[in-house]
């Protein structure tokens, strides 16, 4: 059974995927590469089977999805490409309305938790099918990914706050913006084709490690960035989802549980996949 995979369309994924790209390690699905939310909604429909999902998507979704071991992507502190744009600091958000890109959950939720429960600020969300123009224009707005980068390089620092500092000055925990996660109809039918996904992905991570001059190389042809900017990027993301990040992946699930936006906490415990049954 060849499984449909999704694949994220911003650098942040290149650590991941850029073995496949240049065809060091075969992948053994097919890959479909798109924004976060759509990969969401594609896996949900059954248009695919094992797929990054936000930590939003998958927490909602838990019965139905299989959480998996290994990966994520996510930050110890510093994230960069999550960012809210905003003339005011978010103590004094509330009642305000903020733009939000359609291409996000988890970013979009985290920075609805960081205002009301950390800040006691409930704003008004409003999809825009162009944030950062918004937020070139005064309006305070949420980006992800890499225009996010963009506005990270371009706007005036002290407008720009990173969600990820933002949280981890608040919990101290990581966070996780996205997990690996399959149907769960399909890792219970072909648990080993699932295993082959994930085992092909965690060796195209190993690769990148030690071949972090082509993944920089990659990123650059795709987003040009000042010197240096990718190499500090990267090393400011985490791709393990290790005890750490699946700690910060709970703590968020209660934040979540709070604010109402799911309605109990999901068990955070990825599938044992390692073993053949």
Known sequence: MTLRCGRIRYTNDLPIYAAFDAGAIPYPGTLHADVPARLNAMLLAGELDVSPVSAFA??????????????????????????LVSQRPPDQLDGERIAVTSESASGANLLRVLLE????????????????????????????????????????????????????????????????????????????????????????YTWSRSHMEFVLAQAQRAYPRPPGFYEAYYGKLNFTFH????????????????????ERMPPVFPEAIGVPA
């Open 117 to 204: 429960r950390r800040y006691g600020a409930h704003a008004t969300y409003e999809e825009s099918a162009d944030p950062l123009a918004d937020a070139a224009n005064g309006r305070g707005a949420l980006l992800i990914g890499d225009r996010a980068i963009d506005a990270l390089l371009s706007l005036p620092p002290e407008n720009v706050y990173d969600l990820g500092t933002l949280w981890h000055e608040w919990t101290q925990q990581q966070t996780v913006f996205a997990v690996w996660a399959a149907r769960r109809d399909v890792y219970d039918r072909n648990p080993q084709a699932v295993r082959d996904c994930m085992h092909a992905l965690t060796d195209a």
């Open 58 to 83: 998958w927490a909602q979704h838990a019965g139905e999805l299989a959480l998996l071991p290994d990966l994520c992507i996510g930050a110890r502190d510093d994230v960069v490409s999550v960012v």
């Open 243 to 262: 005890f750490a990040a699946q700690r910060g992946l709970e703590a968020f699930c209660r934040e979540l549980v709070a604010i109402g936006a799911i």
